[in-house]
Structure formats: structure tokens, C-alpha cells
């Protein structure tokens, strides 16, 4: 009963460079469009930027069983994923040119289980709050009938990128 799965990425440098040349809602805007390479992460789990404006930024994921932990759901990495990087690229798409951001914490409720049976699944992050060095995001993912299934809050320091 094995099974495979066979994906590709494109080089993470790409991205990496063009980080801080634009603002972070250009540079999210270029990645959603494909003209920058999507994080190789968003490969190996399967998910896709849907939406981005300011403060705010959707992902989206169909769950499949190579997202399954040894209890047959989807493992609890695997929300933590979608959740960082809504939350993330929420506070990235309110930073102006010559800036850049990481995640501090993030804190996590798991509030419903996730199954192939559960259909497309959307984290959707929005910032609470940023200043000059540090942000407060959160996230929540929902199922395709809105149901709250995590939610998330995430801290982000806020600093300039070396020039290259």
C-alpha cells in the first residue's frame, strides 16, 4: 500500500535577493503572481498565496494523506505551517522598501481536526498591531464551510535588510 508524491520548486535565492527592494506588499504581490519563486516549503505541503493586501494574506491547502500524523489527521506541523505563514506575510505586506521581518513566537489553539475529508482549508492572517520594530499578527484556518478549525497569534520583529 505504498504511496508516492512527486513535486518541484523554484530556487529559494530568487526570492531570498528581492526581499526589501520593494515594499512587502509588491514583493507578496510578485510571488501570488509567479514571478518570483514561491517558498519551497509552499511546494512540499501543497499550499498556494490566494490573496494578499494590506495586512492581510490568505493561503490556501487541499489536505491530503501525506499530511496525515500517526492518527490519521493532519498533522499539527503541518496547521503551525499555514498559520506562521498567513501571520507572517500579513506583517511582511505592511513593511516599506528596505525592510524585512521574522517571526519571535508563535502560539497556537487546534480547535477541529483536518481530514482529506475536510476539503480546501484557508489560513487567513491579519495584523493586530506593528510599529518600528516589532508586529502582532494573527491567523485563523477555516474549512470550505467557514468553521473555525486553529487559530493563531504570532509576534514578528521588524528590521532593515542589508543592502546586496
Known sequence: MSR???YEWGDPNVSAAAVGRTSGLEFLRDVAAGRLPA???ASTLGFTLEEVGEGRAVFA???G???YNPIGSVHGGVYA???D???GCAVQSVLPEGMGYTSLDLSLKFLRPITVDTGKVRAVGTVLNHGRRTALAQAELF???DRLLAHATSSCMIFPVPAR
Open 4 to 6: 508516492s508524491r512527486t
Open 85 to 87: 505563514s498567513a501571520a
Open 81 to 83: 505551517t499555514l498559520l
Open 65 to 67: 494523506e501525506e499530511h
Open 39 to 41: 517558498p519551497p516549503i
Open 143 to 145: 474549512d470550505a464551510a
Open 61 to 63: 491547502m487541499e489536505p
